[in-house]
């Protein structure tokens, strides 16, 4: 089963369709238009719709007016008549690194999919444009496919798969980066002298020079995996917490 943050139409879910189809038979849900920056976000107000977006031989795909986590619940509530033994998302349109992990519709619906206890993957490449060239990345995206598929994934982890632009030299397991998004707003005036921001905002790297995240992966041209455990218990600290005097 297959979603995304790009919709429907988006080049990177078409090049993940295409790789997925040489492992099986492939059901897509994804979102109609983009939704991008939706994390783990879900409709509560409004009414979800789906629509037959495609069919053939062992596929069929959908748009959904949802978020890309509202693709995945409907696929295994509506559209699934057992569990599938895969769940992929992407392929995204730009880094979903480090802390962006936390904002990441690709990596919601991964996430999504961890939840209902299939194995799962968020692949994302390092370029935005609409257009970019996913070819480079797939000998290693059907690798990645390959390994998961024969070893499964512990429950309650999926995997954040991100790929540098161009041709990548490797691939390397690593630990996820630190750093945060600097969120500075645009403040702006519409006509009827009211405020409104736009988003702007940059990445700033905090990793101090480590050789071992996916930040510095990725900057030396090799291709990032880290394991997410969707369990966010400090497990360390609560030895410690549990000795406050509450």
Same mark, same amino acid.
């Given at each position: 089963?297959?979603?995304?943050?790009?919709?429907?139409?988006?080049?990177?879910?078409? $090049?993940?369709?295409?790789?997925?189809?040489?492992?099986?038979?492939?059901?897509?849900?994804?979102?109609?238009?983009?939704?991008?920056?939706?994390?783990?976000?879900?409709?509560?107000?409004?009414?979800?719709?789906? $629509?037959?977006?495609?069919?053939? #031989?062992?596929?069929?795909? %959908? &748009?959904?007016?949802?978020?890309?986590?509202?693709?995945?619940? /409907?696929?295994?509530?509506?559209?699934?008549?057992?569990?599938?033994?895969?769940?992929? &998302?992407?392929?995204?349109?730009?880094?979903?690194?480090?802390?962006?992990?936390?904002? &990441?519709?690709?990596?919601?619906?991964?996430?999504?999919?961890?939840?209902?206890?299939?194995?799962?993957?968020?692949?994302?490449?390092?370029?935005?444009?609409?257009?970019?060239?996913?070819?480079?990345?797939?000998?290693?995206?059907?690798?990645?496919?390959?390994?998961?598929?024969?070893?499964?994934?512990? $429950?309650? #982890? +999926?995997?954040?798969?991100?790929?540098?632009?161009?041709?990548?030299?490797?691939?390397?397991? +690593?630990?996820?980066?630190?750093?945060?998004?600097?969120?500075?707003?645009?403040?702006?005036?519409?006509?009827? $002298?009211?405020? %409104? %921001?736009?988003?702007?905002?940059?990445?700033?790297?905090?990793?101090?020079? &480590?050789?071992?995240?996916?930040?510095?992966?990725?900057?030396?041209?090799?291709?990032?995996?880290?394991?997410?455990?969707?369990?966010?218990?400090?497990?360390?600290?609560?030895?410690? /917490?549990?000795?406050?005097?509450?």
């Amino acid at each position: 089963m297959i979603s995304n943050d790009d919709g429907i139409h988006a080049k990177g879910l078409h $090049k993940l369709i295409e790789i997925a189809r040489e492992f099986g038979d492939v059901l897509v849900v994804a979102p109609h238009t983009a939704r991008s920056g939706m994390s783990n976000a879900i409709t509560v107000e409004v009414p979800v719709r789906l $629509k037959e977006y495609e069919s053939d #031989t062992n596929f069929k795909s %959908y &748009s959904c007016t949802g978020t890309p986590v509202d693709c995945v619940k /409907l696929a295994f509530d509506q559209l699934l008549d057992e569990k599938p033994d895969l769940i992929l &998302s992407g392929i995204n349109h730009g880094s979903n690194s480090s802390v962006s992990v936390h904002y &990441s519709g690709t990596m919601g619906a991964t996430i999504e999919g961890c939840i209902h206890e299939v194995p799962s993957i968020g692949f994302s490449l390092c370029d935005h444009r609409p257009n970019a060239n996913f070819s480079p990345m797939a000998p290693f995206a059907r690798k990645i496919i390959a390994q998961v598929l024969e070893n499964g994934l512990p $429950k309650g #982890t +999926c995997l954040n798969v991100n790929v540098p632009k161009g041709n990548p030299e490797g691939i390397v397991v +690593c630990r996820q980066g630190h750093g945060r998004w600097v969120e500075e707003f645009d403040k702006r005036t519409d006509p009827q $002298k009211r405020n %409104y %921001y736009w988003i702007t905002g940059f990445y700033k790297n905090m990793d101090n020079g &480590s050789t071992d995240t996916d930040n510095h992966i990725l900057e030396t041209g090799r291709i990032s995996i880290v394991p997410i455990n969707i369990d966010m218990t400090h497990h360390k600290f609560l030895a410690e /917490l549990k000795n406050w005097k509450f």
